[in-house]
């Protein structure tokens, strides 16, 4: 009878001990099932996520890649910078900073993304402005000048950073944006092919850098990751 109860013990423990060992090994498969399903699912979130903030990103550059285009083509901004080229009187250097910065100013104020707005001579001198700026600043002073002196009227984007000449722009982490203007009519403001594509100035836009970070720290985003902007 004693040898019964101490076999009925022993098969009782194997039992339940496989029982244990069973549902432990059942718990760590499932686990691990969990935990792969679960970082799938993050993973997917993160991607979408990274992929909706670099389309947004991509739509404030071609925003602005758009507005530089439509700045350097501007009808009036175009006929007075050939104009003060050309010798016309009446559009001495003065009147010209008039001219332009009341075009930035009635045309481009709407926008709190820009810094400031800059129109230089071909021989650097600065024309207008939509905010303060020093205007005896000269564009080749830059380090990149060389590089916009060169190009073929293509945006260029430049380095974050904050430029003392201006007051908007000493306390402000800006985005540059340069290009060269090229001509795309004649004197008296007739469009003239033969006319076209000779080099009148330079256009500098710094853009507000918070137009970007606040995209990286919108409450749904940075409730749950933390964005880089990089490139």
């Known amino acids: ?5 101490t076999l009925r013990g022993y098969i009782s423990g194997v039992c339940i001990c496989a029982m244990v060992v069973t549902v432990f090994i059942i718990g760590i498969v499932s ?33 602005y890649d758009a507005l530089a285009l439509d700045l350097a083509f501007d009808s009036d901004l175009q006929k007075t910078l050939i104009d003060f ?20 100013t009635e045309k481009y104020s709407y926008s709190d993304d820009f810094s400031n707005i800059i129109l230089f001579s071909l021989d650097g001198q600065v ?7 020093d205007i005896y600043a000269n564009i080749s002073s830059y380090n990149w000048f060389d590089m916009v002196s060169g190009s ?18 000493a306390n ?12 795309a009519q004649k004197h008296g403001n007739v469009w003239n092919r033969s006319a076209i594509a000779l080099p009148q100035g330079y256009l500098l836009v710094y853009l507000n850098m918070e137009a ?8 749904a985003v940075k409730e749950f990751k933390q964005f880089l902007l990089i490139d």
């Open 152 to 169: 073929m009227g293509e945006n260029i984007w430049l380095e974050p950073t904050t430029d003392s000449r201006g007051e908007s722009t």
């Open 31 to 63: 686990y691990s099932l969990i935990k792969n399903n679960s970082m799938g699912q993050i993973r997917k979130v993160d991607s979408w996520m990274v992929k909706q903030q670099s389309e947004n990103v991509s739509y404030l550059i071609e925003k």
């Open 212 to 219: 970007f970070t606040e995209l990286m720290n919108e409450e």
């Open 127 to 133: 024309l207008g402005m939509k905010n303060p700026f």
């Open 172 to 183: 402000t982490l800006s985005m540059p944006m340069v290009r060269k203007i090229f001509s």
């Open 85 to 104: 080229n050309n010798h016309v009187e009446g559009y001495d250097i003065n009147s010209v900073r008039i001219r332009i910065s009341r075009i930035f």
């Open 1 to 5: 009878m004693k040898k019964s109860h």
